[in-house]
Nanobody, 122 residues
Framework: QLQASGGGVVQAGGSLRLSCTAS????????MGWFRQAPGKEREFVGT????????YYADSVKGRFTISRDKGKNTVYLQMNSLKPEDTAVYYC?????????????????WGQGTLVTVSS
């Protein structure tokens, strides 16, 4: 399964790097994605990294501030978050995307791991 880590409390304008690690399966051969869920809100798409050429795609709300990368040797996917805003406060989740499925749809993802909480103070 997948495990997200690296969350914490940060001031607005700060940075955090989240990690998504896998156990028991090699996820470096799959496209991966990040989602987040704020209190009282639906889980929403943050970004995804394709298998081919590691192309990345992001939600408009994080574009230019967040960057997804992967280290295949470590079977780990990262979410670098810069210029954080209070509205980025949420539990962040990683998951594996099914080949050929829509990149932004929650239903395209499986193997959801436990999330990690990010709190951005103003």
């Amino acid at each position: 399964q997948l495990q997200a880590s690296g969350g914490g409390v940060v001031q607005a304008g700060g940075s955090l790097r989240l990690s998504c690690t896998a156990s028991g399966h090699i996820f470096s051969n799959y496209p991966m994605g990040w989602f987040r869920q704020a209190p009282g809100k639906e889980r929403e798409f943050v970004g995804t990294i394709d298998l081919n050429y590691d192309n990345t795609y992001y939600a408009d709300s994080v574009k230019g501030r967040f960057t997804i990368s992967r280290d295949k040797g470590k079977n780990t996917v990262y979410l670098q978050m810069n210029s954080l805003k209070p509205e980025d406060t949420a539990v962040y989740y990683c998951a594996r995307r099914i080949f050929g499925r829509d990149r932004q749809s929650r239903g395209s993802y499986v193997n959801w791991g436990q999330g990690t909480l990010v709190t951005v103070s103003s």
